[in-house]
T-cell receptor
């Protein structure tokens, strides 16, 4: 099966610009997660979709971050306007609806805000 | 709130040495526990998981982990490491019920010298 794919793999933008990250989960995976890792720190939870609904968005840092999953397939994470502290690697993961199913991760998007 | 602590940030071993990576979590209820591994240039992948039953779980590539409930620990072990085990290892936990938000530790970077 095709894995979780993320685009772009790298993005370098200036402070104040907008960036949109995309995640295509494994087909049939209702659960989709976004995580972020700032260098040397933990992989931090951002939010969790079940199909097109936000199940838990308690990890979203502030209202400059907007995640969508229209139609319950792919998801986008938009950062507008970007700040220096938003730099990091953004991971997407998906899993089946069975609560014992493991997370499958994408390769991540490395975002650098200068 | 749930949290995960990985006490070893960097570990360097020679081939054939034994490995033990520490993981402690903070959560009062029933948990599911995981170890994920990220090899250089690859995505995070599941190494092993514990949901219930035998507290000693075996994963891929000769890894095992032991859940000690009284110590809130889930340490990862391998009797004899190989150069190909060079990677970053992440411990993760989620509540066995509820939102299934996975919480990750800061990771342990393992380097195995040939």
């Amino acid at each position: 099966e095709a894995g979780v794919t993320q685009f772009p793999s790298h993005s370098v933008i200036e402070k104040g610009q907008t960036v949109t990250l995309r995640c295509d989960p494994i087909s049939g995976h209702d659960n989709l997660y976004w995580y972020r890792r700032v260098m040397g720190k933990e992989i931090k939870f951002l939010l969790h979709f079940v199909k097109e609904s936000k199940q838990d968005e308690s990890g979203m840092p502030n209202n400059r971050f907007l995640a969508e999953r229209t139609g319950g397939t792919y998801s986008t994470l938009k950062v507008q306007p970007a700040e220096l502290e938003d730099s990091g690697v953004y991971f997407c993961a998906s899993r089946l609806g069975n609560n014992n199913s493991p997370l499958h991760f994408g390769n991540g998007t490395r975002l650098t805000v200068t | 709130a749930q949290s995960v602590s990985q006490h070893n940030h960097h570990v360097i071993l020679s081939e054939a040495a034994s490995l033990e990576l520490g993981c402690n979590y903070s959560y009062g209820g029933t948990v599911n526990l995981f170890w994920y591994v990220q090899y250089p240039g690859q995505h995070l992948q599941l190494l092993l998981k514990y949901f219930s039953g035998d507290p000693l779980v075996k994963g891929i590539k000769g890894f095992e982990a032991e859940f000690i409930k009284s110590k809130f620990s889930f340490n990862l072990r391998k009797p004899s490491v190989q150069w190909s085990d060079t990677a970053e290892y992440f411990c993760a936990v989620n509540a066995a019920s509820g939102t299934y938000k996975y919480i990750f530790g800061t990771g342990t970077r393992l380097k195995v010298l040939a």
